[in-house]
Each structure stands twice: as C-alpha cells, then as structure tokens.
C-alpha cells in the first residue's frame, strides 16, 4: 500500500496560477503513470493530466492544454501540477493517482489521494 497526499490548492482569481503538488509514503513503490483527476461541482471525477513515472510522457485533456503542465520530481518523488490561467471552470477537488500497470491512460488507478480543493473565483 502506498498513501499519495495532495497539497497546493486555494481560491485564485480567474485568469491566476496555481501549483498543485502530490507526494507519496513510499519512494521506492513500483508506478508505471502518475496522474491528476478532478471532480467539478455535480460532475464526475474526470482525467486531466499524466505523467510516465519513468520516462516522464505527458498526456492531458483537451480542456487543459496550453494552460495546465504536469511534471515530476524522481528523487523528491513528487508531481506537480502547474495551472495557469485559470478560469471558474477549473472550480474542482483535485485529486492525484497511481496507476501500477500500462494501460488506457485515463483509467486504472489503484492509488488515491485524499484531494485538495481548487476554487476560481472573482
């Protein structure tokens, strides 16, 4: 078992910048994608960005390109969210994930984090 803790979130004005980061209980535990989803008011939890833990590929959802950069740090074993310009759209809980096998990037997470909660209001 492995515990991911999210942190980073806040309320930002439309058009602002926000970092979300996700570190784990265990350095050494074997991931194959690192992710980001989100649960937006009265939707369900949707993909946003991934990262491949080894060789460091991205992936995003439409909705986030240009504006949002995933990245990760092996040797402080963490992953970053950058989120820029964002917009009350973006309003959601953010959570990070483990996924330990290959697969279709957006689903088969074994891990998750608690979430942290991102508001984007004027």
């Known amino acids: 078992q492995v515990q991911l803790s999210e942190s980073g979130g806040g309320l930002v004005q439309p058009g602002g910048s926000l970092t979300l980061s996700c570190t784990t209980s265990?350095?050494?535990?074997?991931?194959?994608?690192m992710a980001w989803f989100r649960r937006r008011p009265g939707k369900e939890r949707e993909f946003v960005a991934a990262?491949?833990?080894?060789?460091?590929?991205?992936y995003y959802t439409d909705s986030v390109k240009g504006r949002f950069i995933i990245s990760r740090d092996v040797a402080k074993d963490t992953m970053n969210l950058q989120m820029n310009n964002l917009q009350p759209e973006d309003t959601a809980t953010y959570y990070c994930?483990?996924?330990?096998?290959?697969?279709?990037?957006?689903?088969?997470?074994?891990?998750w984090g608690q979430g942290t909660q991102v508001n984007v209001s004027s």
């Open positions: 990262i491949n833990w080894d060789f460091g590929g991205t």
């Open positions: 265990d350095r050494t535990f074997s991931r194959q994608t």
């Open positions: 994930a483990i996924k330990t096998l290959m697969g279709v990037i957006g689903t088969g997470y074994d891990y």
